[in-house]
Structures are given as C-alpha cells and as structure tokens.
C-alpha cells in the first residue's frame, strides 16, 4: 500500500508531505482547489509520460516520491530481487522517485537506483490500480470487453499460450499454402539451389583456409629467393678467411692475449663473446632452414589452382571469398527446407494438423474459463447494478462462438450486452445505455473486478460523477467494503461517498495577485462535519446540514 507521498514544485503544490493509511481515504475539496494534483503526482512516479509544464511556476524542477509497503506483495518484491533494485536495509519497502525539470527532462529512481519509464510502469502495475471517471468510455470499445473478462478470470498466461499456439499454427500453414500454390517456382528454386550446394558441397571451403593458402601461396612463391640469400648469408658467416666467423676469432685471440686489460677492454672482449655465441646460433639457423625447406613447384601451382577456384565461386555468388563456408550453410539448410517433394509437403501438412489441434484444445481450456467466469461476472455485477437504482438492468457477458474463423484471442467473441427494462432483449453497450447508465455500469464493473486484483492499492477518480442520493451511499459502502481488503483512494465530489472513509484528505487552494497555492490537509472532528455539510450545502452551511453530515458520520461508523 503507498504509505507517504512527498511532492515539491509540482503544478501548484510548492510543498507537501502526506502520510496515507490502510482502508477507505477520501480527497475532497471545492471546484478548481486542485483535488487531482495528488493522483497526478501519484501518476508521475508510476512512469506517466512528463510534461514539463507541471513544474510550478518560478521553479526549475519538480520531484514527487512515493513509498509504499511491500508486506502483502510478493509479486513486486519477487520483480524487485529480479531487478537488483530492492533495498537491503528495508526489503518490504518500495520508493519511487521522479524528477521533472522545466526544459522537459526527467528522471526516474527505484529504490535509489536510476530507473527508465518501462520499469516504473512495470512495476507501478503491480502496487497500484487507478480507476478513472472516463473509464466507462473503454466500455464502448468491444476489445476491451475480452480484456475484462480474461483478467478478472486470472487467463492471461492461457491467453499468452493460445496466442503463441495460434501463430505456431498460422506460420506454418501459410508456408504449406505457398509451398502448394508456388510449385513449379518451387521446384525451379530447388534445382538451383540443389546445384549451388552440390558445387560448394565438391569445393568445401573451410573456416580460415583462404588465410593459410594465400599464406603458402606468398612463401612458395618467394621459395627460390629466400634460400639463395639464406645460402648468400651463410657463405658470409663460414668463409675461411673473410667470413665473420674467422674475424671474430682474430678478434677474439688478440684481447685474450693482452694483460692488465682496462675495463673498455675487459666489456669488449666480453660483448665479442657474445656476438660469437649470437653467430653460431644464426649459422644453425641458417642451415636448418637450407635443409628443412622443401621447394615444391607442384604444391605452388596446386594452391594457386585452388585459390583461382575459390575466388571464382565467391564472384559468381557475389560474396567474399571469406563468406563461403556461411553461404553453403545456409543454401544447405534452404535446400532442407525446399527439399522432399510430396513427402516433405505431406510431413508439413500433418504438422500443420498437429499445431491446429494444440491451439485448439488450448483455446478450448480458455473457453470453459471464460464461460464459467462470464456467468459470474454478470451475476455480481447485476447485483450491484441493482444496489445502484438500476433495478432491472441485467448485464450479460456473451461469448459468441467463431470456431471457423479462429483468432490469435481463441474461439469466441467476447461483448458485454445489457438490457436496462424488462422484456427487453440484451444489446451492446453503446446502443442502450445512457451516459449515467454506463457511468453506473462501469462502476459496478470496477467494484467487482478490484474483488480480485492482487494489488493493495486502488484509486477510484471521480467514478461516482452522474449519481447521488441514495445510490451515492450504496457507491460509498461498496468502496468502504472494498477498503477492508487494503487500500482505497478515492477523489469525490460526494458527501455520501466522502462519509465513509477512514481517513479524509481536504484540498485547499490559496491564492494572492501574484501566485496560487494547493494543499492537502488531514481533516477531523469537526472539520470532517464542516466538510461533508459544505458538499451537502455547498457554501452556505447550515444547522440542518451539520446535523445531516453528522449523522452520516454515525451511520458510516455503525456499518
């Protein structure tokens, strides 16, 4: 559940720290004071797309923090470890933090630790459920209709596996009609590819041969002048009389003879020693490479047919010579593919059968939920429809079989029909009820589908907007009900739906000739009697509107 808000410099709230509770929280507050400043911070830090203009007017940057309690969310504390973002020091606690700037930058933080926009909104799916005024608009759009009942059902990971099924089986039928309905180009394919694979299949390049062969192909042809210098050196190291052998010998005897060397002497003698070792190691060296070098004209000309056939191939393909070995792999596999004839076409045509049989008794499992839910579904919310003065509504969930014309959704069509009078027969949404019918509908719907959610946190915007009276009081026992399984936050304009919270937040505009201001205050006592009386009364409060206000106070308590 979110546990504190923090907001500075945010549309026309310079400062606010809230502390927020478990149960059913109320915002209130007069027209235009500002009551949606809360959700849209609230939004902020769960990844809505910034606008710069939400910076307070005179500040260069706003930042809104959230934290909320992790103890009754396994899901977000399993995301977290996933994501090395969890707090060591408080594991059951989550803060989120969003920064906006006036140039229309901002960030975002997990926990601390930099965070983009598909993290927050992954992870702000799992903390929190916002319910908006125009969300009884989307019930006009049949789509949305399936996503309603898959998700109150808990299909989603059926709905994945029939999706993944259903394109598994489309994907390889559409190759099998192509296959049929391309024959002869087919079979010209084949043949063309079936000689360039037999063609690489005789020359079979190998990873890296070109670099050894044109290697060889360098030295090989070099061979002749390399072991006439090498010969041409040597000569100069044995020669008797003028070679460096002798010289250094000559050398070498006349300091060995003289006594009382100085040190020039001593490191001379020393470094000619040295060259003489030096000088027989390049003798052997020059004699093992005289003895070992093997000048192959016939292994010449064999490379050099070999790298002409090479090259000759890679231009006819228009590739490297390097990309050969590639170029065979993958014609071999087109030629798998393309290969086989009537049995290959008949090997694909039982394939093909065997994925439709699993995307359908998949989609047939997703069925059986969605029928068995559907009837649920209706039963519940028609209950509450009853409890909100439409009395003899009767909301039905149809699911219209399509077996022959499968979908990546399963097998049926999914539309909420309604009737709003008896004998009437159900119809969609849209050619039936009114805009305070579908506001009523969509609130029945929301009511029940937060029944199942997993998430703590739920946010109701205005959904109470086109009622009053005493189906006012039935939304605000049927938000307060909900509020025993977690956290409700809900924005009203109703004093009837505003008396039954557990904790009441007022929103307070202030303003002068050159600023305005908004803030959020935690009422009780009187405040909260003075509060519900003035949205009984509007601004002249009266001893009647008191005493009323009161006693909706005592009623809420008593429920």
């Known amino acids: 559940m979110l546990s504190h808000l923090s907001i500075q410099n945010f549309t026309l709230v310079e400062k606010l720290d809230l502390d927020l ?4 929280t109320v915002i209130t507050g007069e027209t235009g004071a500002g009551k949606s400043v809360l959700l849209e911070a609230l939004g902020q830090t769960l990844g809505d797309r910034a606008d710069a203009t939400r910076v307070r007017h005179g500040s260069t940057r706003a930042d809104i923090a959230a934290t909320f309690e992790l103890d009754n969310n396994p899901r977000a504390q399993r995301w977290l470890a996933q994501n090395d973002l969890t707090q060591e020091d408080s594991p059951n606690e989550c803060l989120l933090r969003r920064t ?6 901002s960030k975002a933080y997990i926990n601390g630790h930099p ?6 909104r992954e992870l702000g799916d799992m903390l929190m459920d916002i319910h908006s005024q125009h969300e009884h608009q989307s019930l006009l759009v049949k789509d949305n209709h399936r996503r309603l009942l898959d998700n109150y059902a808990g299909n989603n990971a059926l709905v994945a596996s029939v999706k993944t099924a259903y394109l598994a089986w ?7 009609r192509h296959r049929r309905d391309n024959a002869d180009e087919v079979n010209a394919r084949f043949q063309l590819v079936h000689y360039q694979v037999e063609e690489l299949d005789q020359l079979n390049v190998q990873a890296d041969e070109i670099t050894t062969l044109e290697q060889e192909q360098r030295e090989l042809t070099s061979a002749e002048g390399l072991l006439q210098a090498s010969a041409q050196v040597l000569g100069l190291c044995n020669d008797d009389e003028q070679g460096l052998q002798a010289g250094l010998n000559r050398a070498l005897q006349i300091l060995r003879k003289l006594d009382n060397k100085p040190a020039a002497l001593v490191e001379a003698e020393q470094l000619l020693n040295e060259a003489e070792i030096q000088l027989e190691e390049a003798q052997r060296n020059l004699e093992h490479f005289g003895d070992s070098f093997n000048l192959d004209p016939e292994r010449l000309v064999w ?4 790298l002409s056939s090479i090259y000759e191939v890679a231009r006819k393909h228009r590739v490297s010579p390097e990309a050969l070995p590639e170029l065979h792999e993958s014609l071999a596999n087109e030629l798998a593919s393309l290969g086989g004839g009537d049995e290959q076409l008949e090997a694909m045509a039982r394939e093909v059968s065997k994925l439709e049989q699993t995307f359908r008794t998949k989609a047939e499992a997703l069925t059986n939920t969605r029928v068995k839910t559907a009837a649920v579904l209706s039963k519940k919310v028609n209950a509450h429809l009853k409890a909100l003065a439409m009395e003899h509504a009767n909301l039905t969930v149809e699911c219209k079989p399509r077996h022959d014309r499968p979908s990546t959704h399963g097998l049926e069509d999914i539309e909420l029909l309604i009737s709003t009078n008896p004998g009437q027969p159900p119809a969609p949404l849209a050619k039936v009820a009114s805009g305070g019918e579908l506001s009523r509908v969509s609130l029945a719907i929301q009511v029940v589908a937060a029944e199942r959610s997993a998430i703590a946190s739920l ?5 109470d907007v086109g009622i009053g009276g005493a189906t006012a009081d039935t939304v605000g026992k049927l938000l307060r009900q909900l509020a025993s399984r977690g956290q409700i936050l809900c924005v009203t304009h109703l004093a009837q739906v505003a008396s039954k919270g557990h904790q009441h937040l007022r929103v307070e505009k202030t303003s002068n000739s050159q600023s305005a201001e908004t803030a959020l205050v935690e009422i009780t006592g009187d405040q909260k009697v003075a509060e519900l009386a003035r949205m009984l009364g509007g601004a002249n409060i ?3 509107s008191l005493a009323h206000a009161q006693q909706m106070l005592g009623d809420a308590a008593e429920a």
Do not use: C, I, P, S
């Open 21 to 24: 509770k478990a149960g059913m």
């Open 100 to 105: 906006l700037t006036r140039e229309g930058r």
């Open 115 to 120: 965070a983009t926009l598909a993290q927050l």
């Open 170 to 176: 489309h994907e390889l039928a559409a190759n099998l």
């Open 303 to 306: 490379v050099e047919d070999r």
């Open 459 to 463: 946010v109701f915007d205005e959904v």
């Open 542 to 544: 009266t001893e009647e």
